[in-house]
C-alpha cells in the first residue's frame, strides 16, 4: 500500500512540474518593469501559456502592458516601427512577419493570456520578450531561454 501511495504522489507531482513548465506568469507594474528578466520555454510542451498581470493601477491609455515575442536579431527593426497612431488594439505595431507572438494590451489591474505553439519556435534560434506600449521596450524586455 505504501509502493502505491509512493507511485500515485510521485505521480501527480511529476504532472504537476510538468504542467508549470506549460504556463508561464509575468507581471508588469506601474514602474515600466516586467517582474522577470527571463522566461523558459519548453519545447516538450505543444502548447505555452503565457500569462501577464498588469499589477498597476495606471490605465491601458497610460501605461498598458503586453508581451511580444520577436528573434533577438529582428528586435530593433521591429521597435522602430513602434507608433501610437497604430492604436492599442494593435499593440502600437504594424502586422509583420517577424512578430511571433503579441499579447494584447492591458492595463492596470487587467491580466491577459497569450497562448502559443510551440511548434513555431527554433531551439537554435535567439528569442527575447517586450513590451510594444511607446517607450516601454527599453526597460520592459527579458531574453528567452528554450529547453
Known amino acids: 500500500m505504501k509502493t502505491f501511495f509512493t507511485m500515485v504522489c510521485a505521480s501527480i507531482l511529476a504532472t504537476s ?20 528578466a527571463e522566461i523558459t520555454l519548453d519545447t516538450s510542451c505543444e502548447k505555452t501559456k503565457i500569462s501577464l498581470k498588469h499589477a498597476g493601477k495606471l490605465p491601458i491609455n497610460a501605461m498598458g502592458h503586453n508581451v511580444v515575442i520577436v528573434e533577438e536579431k529582428n528586435l530593433s527593426k521591429i521597435t522602430q516601427q513602434i507608433n ?21 494590451m492591458v492595463g492596470g489591474g487587467d491580466t491577459t493570456e497569450l497562448e502559443m505553439d510551440m511548434s513555431k519556435l527554433d531551439k537554435t534560434k535567439s528569442y527575447v520578450f517586450f513590451c510594444s506600449f511607446p517607450g516601454h521596450w527599453a526597460l520592459m524586455r527579458g531574453t528567452i531561454k528554450i529547453i
Open 17 to 36: 512540474v510538468f504542467a508549470s513548465n506549460c504556463e508561464i506568469k509575468i507581471e508588469g507594474s506601474d514602474m515600466m518593469k516586467y517582474d522577470v
Open 84 to 104: 501610437f497612431s497604430l492604436g492599442v488594439e494593435k499593440g502600437y505595431l504594424p502586422d509583420s512577419e517577424d512578430i511571433i507572438f503579441i499579447s494584447a
